[in-house]
């Protein structure tokens, strides 16, 4: 999966066959802010057969407001946000 952010772009990957069909999965991240790499992970597992039951990430950037925009529709579960601060 290509991902184009601020800074550029980048690849991530996930090798053929990781994710066995019927596989439920968490995608879990240090951060939640623009969401495109949680959306590219999230596309490797559904690509696989895999169904991705839950976002979680332990700060979220509340301003940008992925879980409306990149990750909608799937449940994001944070511990902490950046309007805490």
């Known amino acids: 999966e290509d991902i184009e952010g601020n800074s550029g772009s980048f690849s991530v990957g996930m090798p053929e066959g990781f ?13 939640i802010s623009h969401g495109r790499d949680i959306k590219a992970a ?4 559904e690509k ?3 169904t991705v ?25 944070s511990r902490l946000f950046t309007e805490d601060f």
């Open 19 to 31: 994710i066995r069909k019927g596989t439920k999965a968490v995608v879990v991240v240090d951060q």
């Open 42 to 45: 999230i596309n490797m597992v």
């Open 48 to 50: 696989q057969g895999g």
């Open 53 to 77: 039951i839950k976002v979680s990430g332990f700060v979220e950037v509340s301003e940008i407001n992925a879980r409306k925009k990149a990750i909608k529709g799937y449940p994001v579960e």
